[in-house]
């Protein structure tokens, strides 16, 4: 069990400058009503987003798809761990599409767990929550952030042989591809030498990987990816991460300070400071990167229509 006056101490221990605006309570009312009504899950909530009060007063959100349980365990994410996920709702594209509508909202960003449950990862879903919302809402931009679509099992037929999972993973993929995001995002979350112990379940060259083929599929699709700092990496390590990326086609960056959701998560190992962001963002510009998000609060999809 976690221990509450520990915990408030490490929060009341944190700098100043990872204390984010906390928004007009009305106009988060407004978008947690609408959320909230539908059933509907964020992981602007699922993650305890620290900018969700600004983005919810912009009426801005970022829409957790098929439930709130993910079947890998990362060590620092917040959003819940299981084996068994909840049936996916088959009314959440309806639902999402309609609190797009009721938003107004111009720039949406889908996610999701990961659901290795699922016989394509859940590749389908994403691209029947796009049509329900385009159906709607003509106007709205969709960007996508996946999982890696590895895992899992596709069902086959008896009489046909079975993929492998790379094959597998280009396929689903592939399926979100052909939708035409305006953005597709897969995060590798960390350095090389830190994902063991940061992403259980993942693989720095799988999620490489993601952003890679889907240059090759279409390579008018802009790629991003973001990398959450504290857990130990060294700006050189940093460096490479970036240079990687930059080597599979990614043209978009985020870097984000990583905060403890709770005694049982990683241990922050260092907070950067606002000035080191921006010597890392100044970096990430002279790669090539054509859209660049770099600071404490940054997260994934925070201002992400700013690049449209």
Request: aromatic share 6%; net charge positive; glycine share 8%.
């Amino acid at each position: 069990m976690v221990n509450p006056i520990k915990m408030k101490a490490h929060i009341q221990s944190m700098p100043k400058w990872l204390r984010p605006s906390l928004g007009k309570a009305s106009e988060i009312s407004t978008v947690q009503k609408i959320i909230n009504q539908r059933q509907l899950h964020t992981i602007c909530e699922e993650g305890r987003c620290p900018n969700r009060g600004e983005c919810y007063a912009q009426k801005t959100v970022t829409f957790l798809l098929m439930g709130p349980t993910c079947t890998r365990s990362c060590a620092f994410c917040q959003v819940d761990k299981g084996h068994a996920p909840m049936p996916l709702d088959p009314e959440e594209p309806q639902k999402v599409a309609e609190a797009v509508e009721l938003l107004g909202l111009e720039y949406v960003v889908l996610t999701s767990v990961a659901r290795d449950d699922l016989p394509d990862g859940g590749a389908s879903w994403f691209v029947t929550t796009m049509m329900a919302i385009r159906e709607r809402n003509p106007q709205a931009k969709i960007e996508v952030l996946t999982a890696d679509f590895w895992g899992g099992q596709d069902r086959v037929g008896a009489d046909k042989l079975s993929v492998s999972p790379a094959q597998r993973q280009r396929g689903r993929i592939e399926v979100v591809v052909n939708a035409k995001p305006a953005c597709y995002n897969h995060n590798i979350e960390t350095v090389s030498r830190l994902q063991g112990p940061v992403r259980r379940g993942a693989k720095y060259w799988r999620s490489l990987d993601v952003l890679r083929i889907v240059k090759e599929l279409d390579p008018s699709i802009p790629t991003k990816s973001g990398l959450m700092l504290g857990h130990g990496e060294t700006e050189s390590e940093v460096i490479e991460a970036m240079t990687d990326l930059r080597k599979v086609g990614c043209d978009r960056i985020t870097l984000g300070q990583y905060m403890q959701p709770s005694l049982a998560h990683l241990a922050v190992q260092k907070y950067w400071t606002p000035e080191e962001f921006e010597h890392l963002g100044a970096i990430a510009k002279q790669m090539g990167f054509f859209h660049v998000r770099s600071g404490p609060l940054v997260r994934s999809s925070y201002h992400a229509g700013d690049s449209i």
